[in-house]
């Protein structure tokens, strides 16, 4: 994705893992954008303790806008869709997805990027911003459909038709994987140790559900 180097202002979707806060200090550091706010979300997930990481976050970028946004009502909209907003519904293991569930695990949280980039561009739009910064990644072990360059470029066709200044969603990490984007935040002197994936949401890491495994992937030697 190619990014104009004189984008005025930007919002970041900032959750509080790693390919999200890599996203944030690119933004700030790499692309230096001058006006960048960040918008998270509580939208009722087991791991909402990654909330805490992208405070911390935005205070190590130097940004004076962090808006964090309680749309709990997500969990009570896809209750029995997805391991991470039912309580009843436990995060698997990556090791016991079989292929199929591979292509769409049962952490896929129906529709969730779409609404949290709708309510993003709606934000955007009304502080005179045109651009907002999405994290999304080339999965390494399993998908999302709602992560992919075809996602993206549907949703900014969508949003070109704004009879205004349309709102872009940008994905500069969209074909890298989880480690090529850590490769990014080191130059970048991130601090992953004030980042959280478990999706169990524990006190520690469990170390082997999805986002475990693939975070120990990403920081682990070649």
Known sequence: MTIDASIPAAVVLLSGGMDSVTLLHYVVRDLKVPLVHALSFHYGQKHSRELEMAHWQVRAAGLKVHLELDI??????????????????????????????????????????????????????????????????????????????????????VL???????????APFVHRSKREIVAIGRSLGVDYAHTWSCYRGGETPCGTCPTCVERERALGPE
């Open 72 to 157: 709990r009502l997500l969990s009570d909209i896809t209750r029995g869709g997805s391991a991470l907003t039912d309580p009843a519904i436990e995060v698997p293991d990556l090791a016991s997805l079989s292929p199929d569930a591979l292509r769409q695990p049962p952490t896929y949280v129906p529709n969730r990027n779409m609404i949290l980039l709708s309510l993003a561009a709606a934000y955007a739009e009304s502080q005179g911003m045109s651009h907002v910064f999405f994290g999304a990644q080339q999965q390494d072990a399993y998908g999302y459909w709602d992560c992919t360059a075809a996602f993206v470029e549907g949703l900014n066709a």
């Open 160 to 170: 070109a038709q704004n009879h205004g200044v349309p709102v872009r969603i940008m």
